[in-house]
C-alpha cells in the first residue's frame, strides 16, 4: 500500500509484487486551487484530510485486498508541502501502527523516477531527468537505490515556467498540457533564450525564459499587437526542451549509463518525449525509458514502486516518522 499527499493530489495505490498496479486512486484538487492561479498549501491541507480514508477505502475495494493482505506502506515524507505531507504521512504511519506492518519513508522525487519500474526492468548505472513542478534536474543512479544530482535548475522549474506563461496566454492553472497541445499547431517564431545551453555544467535556468515570453507578451499589449498564441508555445516550448535535451545528452556523454528515465509532470509533454525519442538514436547503448503518461503526473503508483526498491535495502522508518519538506538528493561530488 502507499501514500501520496505531497502537493494538491491526495493518492493510495496498491502494489503486488512492486510493479503490479491493482489500484491507483488519485484524487486532483486542481478545481479547489484553479480560482487562485496555483496551489494554495491551506486549502491543499484541508483536501488532503478530507480525501484521504475515502482513497484508502477505494483502493482497497478495487484492489480487493484487506489489512492482512498488506506487506507494507510506503509514503512520501518529502519533498512537499509540509501541511499537505503531513496528511499522507499521519494516515500511512497510523495504519502501519494499527495493523504492525513495516513503514517505508519514500522521497517524491525518487517516486516520480522510479515509475520508470511500470514500463521496464532498471538497468544501473541509469540517468534520470527529472521535470516537474518544482523540480529540474539530471539525477544519476550509480546503482539500485542511490540517487546523486549532477544538475539542476538555478531559479524556476520547467513546471513552474509552464504555468507562469501559461497565465498570460490565459490558460487555467495548471497550464502545461494546453500549453503542450498549442505548441503543437504553431511556429517557432520568436527567439526565445535558450539559458546556459553552451555553459560546462548540467544546470538549468529558467527565469530568462520567462521574462523573455513576459516582456514580448507585454510590449505586444502596449502597442496593441495581436500575437499568434500558438507561435508563442510553440516558441516557448521548443526554448525548453532545447536545453532540456541539450543538457541531458552532455550529462550521457560524461556519464554513461544503461538507461535514461524520463519522469516528472512535465514528462508528459509531447515535445519533449518526440525530442528525446530522437535524441536518444545518437547515444549508443542507452535505452530511453519514459514513464507512462498516467504516471508522469503525482501518484501514490510511483511511491510504491519507489517503496518496493527501498525495502529490498531494508530501508524502513518507525512512527516517529515526519514530513520533511526540504528533502533533497545529494549532490554529486566531483561532478
Ligand atoms: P514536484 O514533483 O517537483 O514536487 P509537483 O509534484 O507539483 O512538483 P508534478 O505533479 O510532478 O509537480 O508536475 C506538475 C507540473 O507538470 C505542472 O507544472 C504542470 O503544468 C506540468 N505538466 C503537466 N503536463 C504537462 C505537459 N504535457 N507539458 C508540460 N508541462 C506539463
Ligand atoms: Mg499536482
Ligand atoms: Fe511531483
Redesign the pocket.
Known amino acids: 500500500m502507499s501514500f501520496e499527499s505531497?502537493?494538491?493530489?491526495t493518492s493510495v495505490a496498491i502494489i503486488e509484487d512492486g510493479h503490479k498496479i491493482l489500484s491507483n486512486i488519485v484524487a486532483t484538487q486542481i478545481k479547489s486551487h484553479q480560482r487562485f492561479g496555483g496551489?494554495v498549501p491551506e486549502v491543499a491541507s484541508r483536501h488532503h484530510i478530507e480525501e484521504i480514508t475515502i482513497c484508502v477505502d477505494d483502493a482497497m475495494r478495487e484492489a480487493n485486498v484487506t489489512y492482512d493482505d498488506i506487506d507494507a506502506i510506503a509514503v512520501t515524507y518529502g519533498?512537499?508541502l509540509v501541511g499537505a505531507l503531513l496528511i499522507g504521512v499521519t494516515a500511512a504511519k497510523t495504519i502501519a501502527w494499527a495493523h504492525d506492518i513495516p513503514l517505508i519513508p519514500v522521497n517524491?522525487?525518487a517516486g516520480?523516477i522510479l515509475a520508470g519500474r511500470y514500463v521496464e526492468k532498471i538497468e544501473y548505472p541509469a540517468l534520470a531527468l527529472v521535470v516537474?513542478?518544482?523540480?529540474t534536474e539530471l539525477v544519476l543512479m550509480p546503482e539500485e537505490g542511490e540517487f546523486k544530482i549532477i544538475g539542476e535548475t538555478r531559479d524556476d522549474?520547467?513546471?513552474?515556467a509552464?504555468?507562469k506563461v501559461?497565465r498570460v496566454l490565459g490558460i487555467n492553472y495548471?497550464?502545461?498540457?494546453k500549453?503542450?497541445e498549442m505548441a503543437s499547431k504553431g511556429k517557432d517564431t520568436f527567439d526565445f533564450p535558450r539559458a546556459m545551453e553552451k555553459d560546462d555544467n548540467f544546470d538549468f535556468s529558467f527565469s530568462g525564459l520567462k521574462s523573455a515570453f513576459l516582456n514580448t507578451t507585454h510590449h505586444a499589449d502596449q502597442i496593441k499587437e495581436k500575437l499568434n498564441k500558438d507561435d508563442l508555445a510553440t516558441s516557448f516550448q521548443d526554448a525548453v526542451v532545447d536545453v532540456l535535451v541539450y543538457k541531458t545528452k552532455r550529462a550521457l556523454a560524461k556519464y554513461p549509463v544503461h538507461q535514461l528515465i524520463l519522469a516528472?509532470?512535465?514528462a508528459?509533454?509531447?515535445g519533449?518525449r518526440s525530442a528525446l525519442d530522437k535524441a536518444i538514436n545518437d547515444v549508443s547503448n542507452t535505452q530511453l525509458v519514459k514513464v507512462p503518461l498516467k504516471l508522469?503526473?503525482?501518484n501514490a503508483a510511483m511511491i510504491g514502486a519507489a517503496g518496493y526498491v527501498l525495502a529490498k535495502k531494508n530501508i524502513f522508518a518507525g512512527v516517529n516518522l515526519n514530513a520533511d519538506p526540504s528533502l533533497d538528493f545529494d549532490l554529486l561530488e566531483d561532478k
Not at 505531497?6 to 493530489?9: A, I, M, Q, R, T
Not at 516537474?132 to 523540480?135: D, F, I, T
Not at 522549474?157 to 513552474?160: M, Q, S
Open positions: 505531497s502537493c494538491d493530489e496551489v519533498p512537499g517524491h522525487i516520480h516537474s513542478g518544482g523540480h522549474a520547467a513546471g513552474e509552464y504555468d501559461g495548471p497550464a502545461g498540457p500549453v503542450d516528472g509532470g512535465v508528459a509533454n509531447h519533449l508522469c503526473g503525482d
